[in-house]
């Protein structure tokens, strides 16, 4: 059974850095792109980022870009997230999700989420 | 960046109903990478169909997707209390990954 779990989500103030991580077990982790997927309170999903498989393309929205870093560790099975520099608009839950096959982005398999919290 | 507006907005509906939710593309899906999702109260979107009109695992057979270029549906033949949720569509054709504004559906 495929299982993602998030972790590492709190609050912080702005300008703050948090890392927030995923746990990912049921399947071969190395082989599947992940991406992270946002959503603010009462708002639409908002995809974040993206990597491959082998973590050598990666790809971030341009509301990010420049203060977030996507990483895998394939020996532990777990995708991560820092995310620095951090704004009010950043608060949301955050979601790690696999992609459904390689050379798709839909998500097949979403993590509970972890909520994010940017407030003074 | 595509722009993807669902319509209606809202639907009430009774159990047993057909419904048909539509997403609107602003550019066209050439490669029709076009994903529904619906998302329950405090729980993660759930997979629906991908590619337009290819019914994910485990999802039931009443969940069918259509539609090709800009104009895509979600049909739900016979519709169960279980189905109460939110439904976005989802764009993967160009980047970045986009998602509808969403059709909220309640079962009355």
């Known amino acids: 059974e495929v299982q993602l779990v998030e972790s590492g989500g709190g609050l912080v103030q702005p300008g703050g850095s948090l890392r927030v991580s995923c746990a990912a077990s049921g399947f071969t982790f190395r082989n599947y792109a992940m991406t992270w997927v946002r959503q603010a309170p009462g708002k639409v999903p908002e995809w974040v980022s993206a990597i491959s498989g082998p973590g050598d393309f990666i790809y971030y929205a341009d509301s990010v870009k420049g203060r977030f870093t996507i990483s895998r560790d394939n020996s532990r099975n777990t995708l991560y997230l820092q995310m620095n520099s951090l704004r009010a608009e950043d608060t949301a839950v955050y979601y790690c999700?696999?992609?459904?096959?390689?050379?798709?982005?839909?998500?097949?398999?979403w993590g509970q989420g972890t909520l994010v919290t940017v407030s003074s | 960046e595509i722009v993807l507006t669902q319509s209606p907005g809202t639907l009430s509906l009774s159990p047993g109903e057909r419904v048909t939710l539509s997403c609107r593309a602003s550019?066209?899906?050439?490669?029709?990478?076009l994903a529904w999702y619906h998302q329950k109260l405090g729980q993660a979107p759930r997979l629906l169909i991908y590619?337009?009109?290819n019914r994910a695992t485990g999802i039931p057979n009443r969940f069918s997707g259509t539609g090709s270029g800009t104009d895509f549906t979600l049909t739900i033949s016979g519709l169960e209390p279980e189905d109460s949720a939110v439904y976005y569509c989802q764009q993967w054709e160009t980047a970045p990954v986009t998602f509808g504004g969403g059709t909220r559906v309640d079962i009355k």
């Open positions: 999700a696999k992609n459904l096959m390689n050379g798709t982005a839909c998500y097949e398999y």
């Open positions: 590619s337009a009109s």
């Open positions: 550019q066209t899906l050439s490669n029709n990478y």
